[in-house]
Nanobody, 122 residues
Framework: QVQLIESGGGLVQAGGTLRLSCAAS???????MGWFRQAPGQEREFVAT???????NYADSVKGRFTISRDNAKNTMYLQMNSLKPEDTAVYYC?????????????????WGQGTQVTVSS
């Protein structure tokens, strides 16, 4: 059973930066891992995903501002968020899946963290 624990959320002004971390237990080296976010009253949306071999995909809304990475030796994934905007405000969730998919849909991920709040003030 894989457990995912997010950290690094907080309150930041527009234009600021935050770095989220997702610590995984249970061995996720070969898993696809991703970040999703959900704002109040909205659907959960894809942010970024990274496969075990380093292939990466981003949502258009975060391209050029966010960087996803992983350290397989530490079983940890990161999301560096720069040039933050108020519309980035949401609960950010870490997700992982042992399959071969490289997806942007939440149903493609079997394991989820509890989420960490990111609030960007204008």
């Amino acid at each position: 059973q894989v457990q995912l624990i997010e950290s690094g959320g907080g309150l930041v002004q527009a234009g600021g930066t935050l770095r989220l971390s997702c610590a995984a237990s249970g061995g996720t080296v070969l898993y696809t891992m991703g970040w999703f976010r959900q704002a109040p009253g909205q659907e959960r949306e894809f942010v970024a995903t990274i496969k075990w071999d380093g292939r990466i995909n981003y949502a258009d809304s975060v391209k050029g501002r966010f960087t996803i990475s992983r350290d397989n030796a530490k079983n940890t994934m990161y999301l560096q968020m720069n040039s933050l905007k108020p519309e980035d405000t949401a609960v950010y969730y870490c997700a992982a899946d042992p399959g071969s998919r490289f997806g942007s849909r939440s149903y493609e991920y079997a394991y989820w963290g509890q989420g960490t709040q990111v609030t960007v003030s204008s």
